[in-house]
Nanobody
Framework: QVHLVESGGGLVQAGGSLRLSCTASGLAFDRYEMGWFRQAPGKEREGVSCISWSGGTTYYADSVKGRFTISRDNAKNTLYLQMNSLKPEDTAMYYC??????????????????WGQGTQVTVSS
């Protein structure tokens, strides 16, 4: 059974930083592209970032480029999202997800096979 467990969320002031982690079990982690999504209250879930199985290719939403960095440690079955210069509009539930497809529509929820339960990020102004 596949499990994706996010951690690292919390309350932070604008301009601050957080690092999210997502630990995977029950799947061959290094064969999956991994993504981060977020969903704010009253809004649709949106793609934040995605990383290839090797870590060599990354994708970012325009809203987070230059502020967020996605990475992974395949030896630890763990995905990360370093979030710097946080803004109140980054407030959302953040989810990690895994997919077997490559490239293409990384920001589309339908591309992903497995999802975590989410971790809350709240940025105060």
């Amino acid at each position: 059974q596949v499990h994706l467990v996010e951690s690292g969320g919390g309350l932070v002031q604008a301009g601050g930083s957080l690092r999210l982690s997502c630990t995977a079990s029950g799947l061959a982690f290094d064969r999956y592209e991994m993504g981060w999504f977020r969903q704010a209250p009253g809004k649709e879930r949106e793609g934040v970032s995605c990383i290839s199985w090797s870590g060599g290719t990354t994708y970012y939403a325009d809203s987070v480029k230059g502020r967020f960095t996605i990475s992974r440690d395949n030896a630890k079955n763990t995905l990360y999202l370093q979030m710097n210069s946080l803004k109140p509009e980054d407030t959302a539930m953040y989810y990690c997800a895994a997919r077997t497809t490559y490239g293409g529509y990384w920001y589309s929820q339908t591309e992903y096979n497995y999802w975590g339960q989410g971790t809350q990020v709240t940025v105060s102004s």
